[in-house]
């Protein structure tokens, strides 16, 4: 029973003391709530209230760019001078921090300008604060932001985006409330990566605009984001520049096969898909257009056109010669144009003009290696005689070209000047993106 006896008085003393640092806490807290939260804690009127933020980004949720609007979560470190709310540490057993009661502390009504949400100061509705003996608040509010984006689609999708928080005190003039920034950037420590963006760089600054007579400060905060394009890059640039290179195949189909004209429309229709599913992710109003979107409806349009030309090749080539003959003026068209791309007269008969390779009768020298590759090769040359000799006559006697030809020769013309188009388009297009997705400009 002893032990229990000298338990006691300890358990006395220490309720006593308890009690005793609860008083003296709830008659500090007495003392200093003397004024309303709707005063300025100055002394000094004229003077200003210096509110130095910190502001901790905890996450980028989403960015929408149909809506332009940026999701993120977020906390803010807001401190402040209060002239009255100093005190001794001796006279109240040394305590130096308490948390006071929030609805009689004059706090800055921070409000988002460009929130999406309902326009209120932020940290209204979870508020923890400090209050220090040297007259120092900390003030730690917490919120979901909302906000305004102007996202900049013309290089989607290797676009960089700049987003801001724009954070002014709703009531107050800049001769009264200075909002600063206790660092040139937004606190990453409490940050998590998102899947689709990279965070590149963070700043802050201040501006001061005159409204009416009177000087509104205002703190922004600005983050710049890079877009991660792989997934764009296997859904959409990929299967784009996949139909755009089969698209132009279109010009090699025979005429004869009759499926050319499907296939053409075929092409035409894919783009139109894709089209609508670019311009689904892109703003409804934008003042930048996007450089995809323009490639896009670029193809749309060669697409178009290939059916067009898809429609007059088929013409020509299935028009009667007997009714319709080639005009000479076209028939000189053809050869010169045959001539300048280098190409070999479509329809032309050939001759069955035998060399000596090809005839070598059985004989003693027939089993000699030497004399085996000595006639292969005067074949060969025989060969290259004959094609350049038809090759001419078909070029001075263009009197003989019928209507395929012309088709032929037309088909490759197409073939070439739409590759060739679609090859310098994409490789300008996949410079000017990789230099601006690194940073060049």
């Known amino acids: 029973m002893k032990p ?44 200003p209230t210096v509110i130095n933020i910190s502001f901790h980004l905890m996450s980028i949720i989403s960015l929408d760019m149909v809506s332009q609007k940026l999701v993120s979560n977020g906390w803010m470190s807001v401190a402040w001078q209060n002239d009255y709310m100093t005190w001794d540490r001796a006279d109240y057993d040394g305590i130096w921090n308490i948390n006071p009661l929030v609805d009689r502390m004059w706090r800055p009504r921070l409000t988002v300008e460009n ?22 608040v ?62 590149i760089d963070s700043a802050s600054w201040t501006e001061t605009r005159v409204w009416d007579g009177y000087r509104i400060q205002k703190l922004i905060y600005e983050v710049t984001l890079r877009r ?14 996949t139909l755009s290179f089969v698209n132009v195949f279109v010009f090699t189909i025979p005429s004869e096969a009759g499926e050319r004209l499907s296939y053409a429309i075929t092409s035409f229709l894919s783009f139109g898909v894709f089209m609508s599913f670019i311009v689904d992710l892109m703003p409804s109003s934008s003042h930048t257009i996007s450089i995809l979107a323009t490639m896009m409806s670029c193809q749309l349009i060669f697409s178009a056109l290939s059916v067009l030309f898809c429609i007059m090749s088929l013409r020509l080539f299935h028009r ?17 144009l045959e001539l300048l791309l280098c190409l070999d007269p479509p329809s032309q008969p050939r001759h069955a003009v035998h060399s000596e390779a090809e005839t070598i009768s059985d004989g003693p020298g027939d089993h000699d290696g030497t004399e085996v590759k000595v006639s292969r090769l005067q074949g ?62």
């Not at 006896?5 to 709530?33: E, W």
């Open 4 to 47: 229990a006896l000298t338990v006691l008085p300890l358990l006395l003393i220490t309720d006593m003391c308890l009690s005793q640092s609860a008083f003296n806490l709830s008659k500090l807290q007495n003392d200093l709530m003397i004024l309303t939260p709707n005063i300025r804690p100055v002394k000094d009127l004229t003077q």
């Open 115 to 136: 929130t999406m949400k309902e326009l209120k100061p932020i940290g209204e509705e979870y508020v923890v604060m400090d209050l220090y003996n040297s007259g120092l």
């Open 138 to 199: 900390m003030w730690f509010p917490a919120e979901r932001f909302e906000t305004f984006c102007n996202v900049n689609v013309t290089f989607f999708p290797f676009d960089i985006q700049r987003c801001k928080w724009r954070l002014y005190s709703w009531g107050h003039t800049a001769d009264e409330v200075i909002l600063q920034a206790t660092v040139p950037h937004i606190n990453m420590d409490y940050y998590q990566e998102n899947g689709q963006w990279n965070l």
């Open 228 to 241: 991660i394009p792989t997934l764009l890059i296997l859904t959409v640039l990929l299967p784009i520049y």
């Open 320 to 336: 009667d010669p007997h009714k319709h003959p080639v005009p000479p003026t076209l028939q000189t068209l053809i050869v010169g």
């Open 380 to 441: 060969h040359l025989a060969k290259c005689a004959r094609k350049r000799k038809a090759k001419e006559e078909a070029y001075t006697k263009p009197e003989d070209m019928d209507w395929q030809r012309v088709s032929r020769s037309l088909d490759t013309l197409l073939f070439r000047f739409f590759g060739s188009l679609l090859l310098l388009s994409s490789v300008v297009y996949l410079i000017v993106m990789a230099c601006h997705y690194n940073g060049v400009f």
